[in-house]
């Protein structure tokens, strides 16, 4: 790294640090309150509100992950994830956020004792604890400390593992233990910017370089719609990088994939996704804290959907770019898949790595195996080892560093924007990080401490709680995180997801009813959480060859059908009412709606486009 990108560098991390706790003042000081700190005043503007929530979602998963998902065979198809999730914000603004601001709740277990009981409460916020500490924040640092070190290494500076998850641990303990809420949001405005800015210019940096390649060096991608009769596809010097990028790509270039695909097949774009969509964007208390502390129902709304906008954005800077990797390295991917492989063979791992094995399914494969693109390894030290390690010199290829070779092989040596493409990445998985400590001391703070250890702590004392919380909870992060290298996780991925699919399905399941339902008593609410992890135990167990959106589907479709049965059973004597226990306006936005339908047009268009 030069000198002007160390300078870029460290100048981003100190205008981060200095703008959150400049901004965040009144959360600790002496007439701070709980309100400041865990909800920022309720004072958060619409436009604060929508970088915010995108800043705290986008972090090295989407970065790493989903350019190297749309490296592989998937391609465009992952861009669902972003893009409905611009319909669900939309949905989550008019239906979930009138009735969280309207009960004035700090926390979203919060919300089932005002529908439910006390112990509905108090289940959900137990596990919303287990999966914020143990899987989410634990996979954030994980996720956001593997592309660091390797970003670095290839700069030249060799930092371990270990030592980047506290790195960034300590980086987001720091402001949001200082200054709550309010730091974390100021904080992701400069970081939320940034990012979308980086991930442009890295996008037309790969545009570029497609433009500019020799025909003969390009590889063409191959995807789940992929014919066996299918040609190479046919490029002229003369084309421009748009035309090459379409020819190249032919077929990863559709969001409906065959409903054997075991990722993202078109089956789960019914149901199957759209719950981690809501759950996520809408029950999630380390995305909905920022709705939470809205100035009112408006700038709330406001704000969502200005998010939903910027989410149909996101795949022309992540998903886009990871396809063009393929295109330009796909021998790099080769190389690394095989280093890995050599090393897991010798650690005695015999397991699948998910390598990213381009093929979607073993019947494809048989189908067309003439067209496998498994591929030779290039350094021919590499093969020997992998040819003693198995006997054989063929591998797949590491999609997941699609990322890495982009930032290493077209922004390194530009000076200046290595070290704000570095700071924009370490910023969006330090958000991310924030966000998740904010919310995990929130809910013990409020619905632990406060509702069984403590029912007389004063605000002071509920601050203090909060505080010390980010504190332990950094610390089990950065300790637990590294152990997550091990293969026998199977990638961060499907470590998270398979993880959140014990609590999702079921939570909202329970929430949707309870919204719907305002007779059935608190038992069905309790019986609807408890219910779905035991289901998805089972189905994992014996049906292990049902992929997990559609193993939470059929989980979510059990649960409320036991629900609406216990609901003509159990009946509370007159219909729940939503008390109005605020003093916030709760007049809802005419230009929010108008917006939320653009958003929503928008998101039908892209999906007949690249249908």
Same mark, same amino acid.
């Given at each position: 790294?030069?000198?002007?990108?160390?300078?870029?560098?460290?100048?981003?991390? *100190?205008?981060?640090?200095?703008?959150?706790?400049?901004?965040?003042?009144?959360?600790?000081?002496?007439?701070?309150?709980?309100?400041?700190?865990?909800?920022?005043?309720?004072?958060?503007?619409?436009?604060?509100?929508?970088?915010?929530?995108?800043?705290?979602?986008?972090?090295?998963?989407?970065?790493?992950?989903?350019?190297?998902?749309?490296?592989?065979?998937?391609?465009?198809?992952?861009? @669902?994830?972003?893009?409905?999730?611009?319909?669900?914000?939309?949905?989550?603004?008019?239906?979930?956020?009138?009735?969280?601001?309207?009960?004035?709740?700090?926390?979203?277990?919060?919300?089932?004792?005002?529908?439910?009981?006390?112990?509905?409460?108090?289940?959900?916020?137990?596990?919303?604890?287990?999966?914020?500490?143990?899987?989410?924040?634990?996979?954030?640092?994980?996720?956001?400390?593997?592309?660091?070190?390797?970003?670095?290494?290839?700069?030249?500076?060799?930092?371990?593992?270990?030592?980047?998850?506290?790195?960034?641990?300590?980086?987001?303990?720091?402001?949001?233990?200082?200054?709550?809420?309010?730091?974390?949001?100021? *904080?992701?405005?400069?970081?939320?910017?940034?990012?979308?800015?980086?991930?442009?210019?890295?996008?037309?940096?790969?545009?570029?370089?497609?433009?500019? *390649?020799?025909?003969?060096?390009?590889?063409?991608?191959?995807?789940?719609?992929?014919?066996?009769?299918?040609?190479?596809?046919?490029?002229?010097?003369?084309?421009?990088?748009?035309?090459?990028?379409?020819?190249?790509?032919?077929?990863?270039?559709?969001?409906?994939?065959?409903?054997?695909?075991?990722?993202?097949?078109?089956?789960?774009?019914?149901?199957?996704?759209?719950?981690?969509?809501?759950?996520?964007?809408?029950?999630?208390?380390?995305?909905?804290?920022?709705?939470?502390?809205?100035?009112?129902? +408006?700038?709330?709304?406001?704000?969502?959907?200005?998010?939903?906008?910027?989410?149909?954005?996101?795949?022309?800077?992540?998903?886009?770019?990871?396809?063009?990797?393929?295109?330009?390295?796909?021998?790099?991917?080769?190389?690394?898949?095989?280093?890995?492989?050599?090393?897991?063979?010798?650690?005695?791992?015999?397991?699948?790595?998910?390598?990213?094995?381009? +093929?979607?399914?073993?019947?494809?494969?048989?189908?067309?195996?003439?067209?496998?693109?498994?591929?030779?390894?290039?350094?021919?030290?590499?093969?020997?080892? +992998?040819?003693?390690?198995?006997?054989?010199?063929?591998?797949?290829?590491?999609?997941?560093?699609?990322?890495?070779?982009?930032?290493?092989?077209?922004?390194?040596?530009?000076?200046?924007?290595?070290?704000?493409?570095?700071?924009?990445?370490?910023?969006?998985?330090?958000?991310?990080?924030?966000?998740?400590?904010?919310?995990?001391?929130?809910?013990?703070?409020?619905?632990?401490?406060?509702?069984?250890?403590?029912?007389?702590?004063?605000?002071?004392?509920?601050?203090?709680?909060?505080?010390?919380?980010?504190?332990?909870?950094? =610390?089990?992060?950065? =300790?637990?995180?590294?152990?997550?290298?091990?293969?026998?996780?199977?990638?961060?991925?499907?470590?998270?997801?398979?993880?959140?699919?014990?609590?999702?399905?079921?939570?909202?399941?329970?929430?949707?009813?309870?919204?719907?339902?305002?007779?059935?008593?608190?038992?069905?609410?309790?019986?609807?959480?408890?219910?779905?992890?035991?289901?998805?135990?089972?189905?994992?167990?014996?049906?292990?060859?049902?992929?997990?959106?559609?193993?939470?589907?059929?989980?979510?479709?059990?649960?409320? *059908?036991?629900?609406?049965?216990?609901?003509?059973?159990?009946?509370?004597?007159?219909?729940?009412?939503?008390? @109005?226990?605020?003093?916030?306006?709760?007049?809802?936005?005419?230009?929010?709606?108008?917006?939320?339908?653009?958003?929503?047009?928008?998101?039908?268009?892209?999906?007949?486009?690249?249908?």
């Amino acid at each position: 790294m030069g000198i002007v990108d160390i300078a870029v560098f460290f100048g981003f991390i *100190a205008a981060v640090i200095g703008v959150g706790l400049w901004k965040s003042r009144s959360a600790h000081s002496e007439e701070g309150g709980a309100a400041d700190y865990f909800l920022a005043g309720r004072g958060l503007t619409w436009w604060l509100i929508g970088v915010s929530l995108i800043a705290a979602n986008i972090s090295a998963e989407q970065f790493v992950g989903m350019s190297g998902q749309a490296a592989s065979y998937l391609g465009i198809a992952i861009a @669902s994830y972003e893009w409905m999730a611009a319909v669900t914000l939309v949905f989550v603004a008019f239906a979930f956020l009138p009735y969280f601001l309207k009960t004035g709740i700090y926390t979203i277990p919060g919300f089932l004792e005002h529908r439910y009981n006390k112990h509905a409460r108090s289940i959900m916020a137990v596990f919303m604890m287990v999966i914020l500490v143990g899987v989410s924040l634990c996979g954030v640092i994980y996720a956001g400390a593997l592309p660091m070190r390797d970003l670095l290494a290839h700069a030249g500076v060799h930092v371990s593992l270990v030592a980047c998850c506290w790195i960034m641990g300590v980086l987001a303990a720091g402001y949001v233990a200082a200054g709550g809420l309010k730091a974390c949001a100021w *904080a992701d405005l400069i970081q939320g910017t940034a990012l979308i800015i980086g991930g442009a210019l890295i996008s037309f940096f790969a545009f570029q370089a497609l433009g500019g *390649a020799n025909i003969a060096d390009l590889a063409h991608g191959v995807g789940a719609t992929t014919a066996a009769d299918a040609a190479a596809p046919v490029l002229t010097a003369e084309m421009g990088a748009v035309q090459r990028f379409f020819a190249l790509n032919a077929d990863k270039l559709h969001m409906f994939l065959p409903k054997t695909d075991t990722i993202i097949p078109w089956t789960a774009l019914c149901l199957g996704l759209w719950i981690p969509n809501l759950y996520y964007w809408g029950l999630n208390q380390y995305i909905t804290q920022r709705t939470l502390g809205s100035a009112s129902l +408006a700038a709330g709304q406001k704000g969502i959907v200005f998010a939903a906008a910027l989410k149909l954005l996101i795949p022309f800077i992540i998903v886009f770019p990871g396809i063009i990797a393929f295109n330009l390295y796909d021998k790099d991917m080769a190389d690394s898949a095989v280093s890995d492989y050599v090393v897991a063979r010798e650690a005695g791992v015999s397991k699948d790595l998910g390598l990213a094995v381009l +093929a979607p399914s073993e019947a494809w494969q048989a189908k067309n195996a003439a067209q496998m693109p498994i591929v030779t390894a290039y350094n021919a030290e590499v093969t020997a080892k +992998a040819a003693a390690a198995q006997k054989s010199t063929t591998v797949a290829y590491k999609s997941d560093t699609a990322l890495g070779l982009l930032i290493a092989k077209l922004c390194m040596g530009r000076q200046g924007l290595f070290g704000f493409i570095i700071a924009a990445l370490l910023g969006a998985i330090v958000s991310s990080l924030a966000a998740v400590l904010n919310a995990a001391s929130t809910i013990f703070s409020i619905d632990i401490y406060h509702s069984y250890l403590n029912k007389r702590a004063s605000q002071k004392q509920l601050v203090a709680v909060g505080r010390i919380c980010v504190g332990v909870f950094v =610390v089990i992060g950065c =300790v637990v995180a590294p152990l997550l290298d091990d293969p026998k996780f199977g990638g961060i991925f499907t470590y998270i997801q398979e993880f959140q699919g014990y609590v999702s399905p079921g939570v909202l399941a329970v929430f949707i009813f309870g919204l719907l339902n305002r007779t059935a008593a608190g038992a069905t609410g309790v019986t609807g959480l408890l219910l779905n992890p035991l289901l998805y135990f089972l189905f994992k167990r014996y049906l292990p060859q049902l992929d997990f959106l559609n193993r939470m589907a059929l989980c979510m479709v059990i649960v409320l *059908a036991v629900m609406t049965v216990m609901g003509f059973v159990a009946r509370l004597p007159k219909p729940v009412v939503f008390q @109005s226990n605020t003093h916030l306006n709760l007049e809802s936005s005419k230009g929010a709606k108008w917006g939320g339908t653009a958003v929503v047009i928008a998101t039908a268009i892209l999906y007949i486009i690249f249908r």
